[in-house]
């Protein structure tokens, strides 16, 4: 087999990505439509992700959050977005660039997508993760952490199964 010089997985990878910053984007400037909400997957420890330390020893390696009723501040660019969401009552901002996107579902529509992080872009365990000093906005915010339905795997992380979302 000839070696893929344009890499296309690569640029496959870019282009589902762009759907989810134009997704968001929308999302920033008018809301979410109707019964649209997102269940959004990211690698806690890749390079640019801003997230509190209690968050990254809870996810230590990857983490899903819920966009959905209450969420505050989401603000996207052309590499990323940040948004307001609050754990156990405890608001968060959370900083996310899109090269850290794991996995996007809208279970309204039964629309998903994975995605598959380069290794080289996932920072290494000796690497530094930025970390988000609290909110303290007295604006409520989504407990994202009760719309996830989650069991643990052997290594105690919690594993977290969209098909469950899924309209049968």
């Not at 997704?23 to 640019?48: Q, R």
């Amino acid at each position: 087999m000839a070696q893929d010089h344009i890499r296309y997985d690569v640029l496959t990878q870019d282009a589902l990505r762009g759907v989810v910053r134009k997704v968001l984007g929308e999302v920033e400037k008018v809301g979410l439509p109707g019964d649209h909400h997102f269940f959004i997957s990211f690698a806690t420890k890749a390079p640019g992700v801003r997230i509190s330390k209690k968050l990254l020893e809870q996810y230590e390696e990857e983490m899903t959050i819920v966009i959905q009723h209450r969420y505050k501040d989401l603000k996207t660019s052309d590499t990323g977005f940040e948004i307001g969401l609050a754990f156990d009552g405890i608001e968060e901002l959370l900083i996310i660039p899109f090269s850290a996107l794991k996995g996007f579902f809208d279970p309204s529509v039964e629309f998903g997508m994975q995605f598959e992080p380069a290794q080289t872009n996932l920072e290494t365990e000796d690497s530094p993760v930025q970390e988000v000093k609290n909110s303290s906005s007295s604006e409520q915010v989504e407990d994202s952490s009760d719309e996830k339905k989650s069991t643990e795997d052997d290594d105690g992380d919690k594993v977290i199964s969209l098909d469950s979302f899924r309209k049968k």
